[in-house]
Nanobody, 115 residues
């Protein structure tokens, strides 16, 4: 069964840090590009960060310098380290795995940043 499960969301004060994890099963993790997306209330889902199967990373301008995406192929897990969090980072964060035309989504984890 193909599944992505996110962990690590929660409530944090502005300026704080959180680390999200996404554990994959049922896919050949190492060949997938892995991404984190987020959706705030009333807004469209947006890309936060992506790490390719080769390890290249790309970030939304709004999180550059604050967030870091990484992956552990042996553990089939992708991480998102979020530092210097801002209230505008409040959203449901989703993990995504993509390989060619195939993709799968996690169920999301809520991150709330209080001011």
């Amino acid at each position: 069964q193909v599944q992505l499960v996110e962990f690590g969301g929660g409530l944090v004060q502005a300026g704080g840090s959180l680390r999200l994890s996404c554990a994959a099963s049922g896919i050949i993790f190492s060949i997938n590009d892995m991404g984190w997306y987020r959706q705030a209330p009333g807004k469209q889902r947006e890309l936060v960060a992506v790490i390719t199967s080769g390890g290249r990373t790309n970030y939304a301008d709004s999180v550059k310098g604050r967030f870091t995406i990484s992956r552990d192929n042996a553990k089939k897990t992708v991480y998102l380290q979020m530092n210097s969090l801002k209230p505008e980072d409040t959203a449901v964060y989703y993990c995504n795995a993509a390989y060619r035309s195939y993709e799968v989504w996690g169920q999301g984890t809520l991150v709330t940043v209080s001011s």
